[in-house]
């Protein structure tokens, strides 16, 4: 019996989740790599973050999107899975809304962090 957790996220762009880990301060791996479970148990991932207790954490895509797999019970992060998951996911929206924007032509005029840790942007761009 899998001991391996999958939950879902809104998490569809690669990019833009490794530089949302690099930003929370996780190591990680770029995949395909497997990640390590219960009794040597493996899952590929795209992305592999590994623990010190030797079960990994990893991000897997689903077709639709990237999933976060882990081994709940040996989970030996400074944050809980959701504040996990929260912390990613707002760095992720970070990185998707500059990548977004500067396709579209704009760059960062101004940028915040608040007192509620939500991240204020102002955007601007130069038309002819």
Known sequence: MSHFSQIKTQIRDLSSLQAAL???GAEWQAGPQ???????????AAVVIEQD???DIGFTWNGQEYELIADLQYWQQPLTVEGFLSRVTQRYAYHSVLEETSRQGFQ???QAQNKDGSIRLVLQRWSA
């Open 22 to 24: 690099t930003d929370i």
């Open 34 to 44: 497997d990640v390590r479970g219960y009794r040597g148990q493996t899952r590929t």
């Open 53 to 55: 207790n030797g079960y």
């Open 108 to 110: 960062v005029a101004e």
